[in-house]
């Protein structure tokens, strides 16, 4: 069973900061089924980044992800207060699913 | 645009049965393996079932411990996760999702199950 580990468990940032956030598998995964999501209040995950690096339709330029292998990253190039949220890393498979337990981002 | 509209939550007793339905529309909901995830108050995403998309294919989360079946009506584009014996342990947001290989899930806003007495 494949686990991922997020860190930090919480950031907080000024407005116009870059914010790194990261997510580390147990063991190596395959980059194409790993993907970032988002999630606001009382709102439900939205998808940012699938097969680690490509951004979802819509979704702002200042967020990329990169990674591989077991280390996978979520980069937010310029915070922006809409930011605010938890972010969640994802892998999935034929018969498996893991999801990381979140990184919850705030603004200072 | 992909669509996802959960229905079926509520509250019910411990040891209650319920079933929930998740309707498709906006994309070819024959084509796609369809997820359950849920989210109990104030914690993290949890991966509850997966069915194939001709339900040749179906898993389960260990933790249920077989009291959840999920199904699939592609004539009717649905989904459905019937739940048996809950606990309070059960009580979540749960949402279903569409997975589309490699360009990630899509979402539908959740449907509430509260269980109490």
């Known amino acids: 069973e494949i686990v991922l580990t997020q860190f930090p468990g919480t950031l907080s940032l000024s407005p116009g900061e870059r914010a790194t956030l990261s997510c580390r598998a147990s063991?190596?995964?395959?980059?194409?089924?790993f993907a970032w999501y988002q999630q606001k209040p009382a709102q439900a995950p939205r998808l940012l980044i699938a097969?680690?690096?490509n951004r979802a339709t819509g979704i702002p330029d200042r967020f990329s992800g990169s990674g591989s292998g077991t280390d996978f990253t979520l980069t937010i190039s310029r915070l922006d207060p809409e930011d605010v949220a938890v972010y969640y890393c994802?892998?999935?498979?034929?018969?498996?699913?893991?999801f990381g337990p979140g990184t919850k981002v705030d603004i200072k | 645009e992909v669509q996802l509209v959960e229905s079926g939550g509520g509250l019910v007793k411990p040891g209650g049965s319920l079933r929930l339905s998740c309707a498709g529309s906006?994309?070819?909901?024959?084509?796609?393996?369809m997820h359950w995830v849920r989210q109990a108050p104030g914690q993290g995403l949890e991966w509850v079932s997966s069915?194939?998309?001709?339900?040749?294919?179906?898993f389960y989360a260990k933790s249920l411990k077989g009291r959840f079946t999920v199904s699939r009506d592609n004539a009717q584009s649905s989904l459905y996760l019937h739940m048996n014996s809950l606990g309070v342990e059960d009580t979540a947001v749960y949402y279903c999702?569409?997975?589309?290989?490699?360009?990630?899930?899509?979402w539908g806003q959740g449907t509430l199950v509260t269980v109490s007495s």
């Open positions: 999702a569409r997975e589309a290989y490699n360009r990630g899930w899509s």
């Open positions: 069915v194939s998309s001709s339900s040749l294919y179906i």
């Open positions: 994802h892998h999935y498979g034929s018969s498996f699913v893991t």
């Open positions: 097969g680690a690096s």
């Open positions: 063991q190596n995964v395959n980059s194409i089924y």
């Open positions: 906006g994309f070819t909901f024959s084509d796609y393996t």
